[in-house]
Each structure stands twice: as C-alpha cells, then as structure tokens.
C-alpha cells in the first residue's frame, strides 16, 4: 500500500505447523511503483522474495517477484503468503482464485488456511552419468559423483521454473553436503536453473515424502527454507522417477538449516494415463511482522 512515500511489506512465512517457515514480503496495492521502486523495496525487505499485488483485468490479481537482485517469473511461497494474506484481509474467498504473471495466469486453489497453486507437467532433462557436467554437479556440493547416483540419477525438472534434483540417501547425506555457492551459480546459469533442490525420502514426520535443501545463488539465495516453485518439480520426479505411488505429495525444506526454519509443502498431481498432466503445490502463510519501507 502507497501511503506518504512508504510501503507496508506483510512478511508472510511458509510455515510447518505455526513455527519456521520461509518469510515473504508481500505489498499490496502495488500498482503505481514503477520497477525500480519494486527492486529498492525488495532489496530493503531483505528476504529471499516480496510479491507485488496489483490489479488485473485478466485473472483475480496480478502477482510480480522481486529477489534483492532481480525480478523472477514466479515464486511459490510467495504466492502462497500472498493469497493467505488476502484470505485473512478478506480480499479473496474460498474457492479457485488465480494470478496473472509476467509468464502467463495460473489458478489458486483456497481451502481455509491452506492456499494451493498451479504448475505445469513437467519436463526432465537427465544429468548423464560419467558426464563432465556430473563430476561438476558433485563438486560443487563437496560430494562424490557416486553419490549424486546412489539412489536415482540427477535430472532438471520443469513444472514452470527449471530445478535441479539430487537425490541422496539419507538425511545425514543432505545434511553434509557443503555447497560450492559460486560452482552452484555458474552450473545453474549453464542449464539456466533456479536452482538446486537436493534430497532424501528420510523425513522427520512419517507419512511424509522427502526432506530437502534448496540453494539458489544465482538469485542472491544461499539457502532457502521453503521452496513450492521446486517441491512441485520433486513431487513430479519422485513419482515418475522413483516410483512413489501417492499422488498427494508432502515435502519437509528448512529443518537442516543454520538455524532450522522448518516449512512443509503440500502437492497435488493429476494423473491422466500414468503422465502427471498438471499439479497444485503450497501451504499455509501466517502474518509475523508489517514493516515500512520509504521509496
């Protein structure tokens, strides 16, 4: 909201229960900032994303993402703390609802506290195995290129922004790897990737699908703690890849973090003829904190 030359970003986390979670900023009323105003803001919300809510003659809002260094197509947490935020301001109901973004308009699903978002079928490009790229992979998060292998092999995952997916053993595996941030940037700037979204099916929660860790520094992010633009792509690779036969997928991010940040994202597949045709993917965003930023 424009008041007097300020904006009021409603930081919005990603949550797993009532705690952790991956903080948002979330304007709204953002129609007359100009794209630089859009920039300064999320460079002093200093979070991983701030969404800008503006109108739309085409969908219910029109969402735009800002990183602290650049804009984005999408982001999935940041949608989701924006729609919960509307729901609790009473701006929108339950229901489908939808976004209108710089890469086209995508349905919102609004089930009490609970906001699910759309992504598209997705797309793999597999990492070959004894390929440079491979050994390069494995460096750049300190491990061994047998070990990228040791329980599926890698592979880029497009639902609507390009991740890359490593599985590996066990938590204890995830929680080892030492990111190489620079390696990560070039490597995700070659298959132009959001970034890399690395896992295990070990979770804290049973019932659960897979624990990970998402780095993207290609975007100013050295880690973040919750990620539904990438567990849509795990989702998709876990059934199709690796033969979980749920189609209601839950992914724990941020729990391997320093400090913990735990958040859980929920996705739903649809499956048409065994090929996933398209998925919903959130959570549930609180309100922590308003903050003003002059412009």
């Known amino acids: 909201m424009e008041v007097n030359g300020a904006v009021f970003i409603h930081n919005m986390p990603l949550t797993d229960g009532k705690t952790g979670g991956n903080p948002a900023g979330v304007v709204i009323d953002a129609d007359e900032l100009t794209v630089s105003q859009k920039l300064h803001v999320a460079q002093q919300a200093a979070l991983s994303e701030t ?135 070039s490597i995700s700037d070659e298959l132009d990737l959001i970034g890399y979204y690395v896992f295990s099916t070990t979770t804290k929660v049973p019932g659960r699908h897979a624990g990970a860790r998402m780095f993207a520094p290609r975007f100013g992010i050295a880690e973040e703690s919750g990620t539904g633009t990438a567990a849509g792509p795990l989702a998709c690779f876990l059934y199709e890849r690796m033969g979980v036969g749920d189609t209601e997928i839950a992914i724990e991010q941020g729990r391997l973090m320093q400090p913990p940040s735990p958040s859980v994202i929920q996705v739903a597949l649809d499956v048409d003829s065994s090929r996933i045709s398209r998925l919903m993917a959130g959570g549930t965003g609180v309100v922590m904190r308003s903050i003003t930023v002059e412009i």
């Open 51 to 185: 969404a800008f809510v503006s109108k739309s003659n085409v969908a219910t809002i029109k969402l735009e993402f800002f990183t602290p260094t650049r804009q984005i197509a999408h982001c999935g947490h940041a949608t989701i703390a924006t729609f919960s935020l509307l729901r609790q301001l009473g701006r929108v109901s339950n229901g489908w609802s939808s976004k209108e973004t710089i890469d086209g308009c995508r349905d919102i699903a609004i089930d009490g506290n609970t906001v699910l978002m759309e992504q598209r079928s997705p797309t793999y490009r597999t990492i070959e195995k004894g390929s440079q790229l491979a050994a390069k992979i494995a460096q750049s998060m300190g491990i061994s290129t047998g070990q990228i292998y040791s329980t599926a092999s890698p592979a880029v995952v497009n639902t609507g922004n390009s991740f890359l997916m490593v599985a590996l053993p066990d938590e204890r595996s995830v929680a080892a790897i030492r990111p190489d941030q620079r390696s990560i940037e």
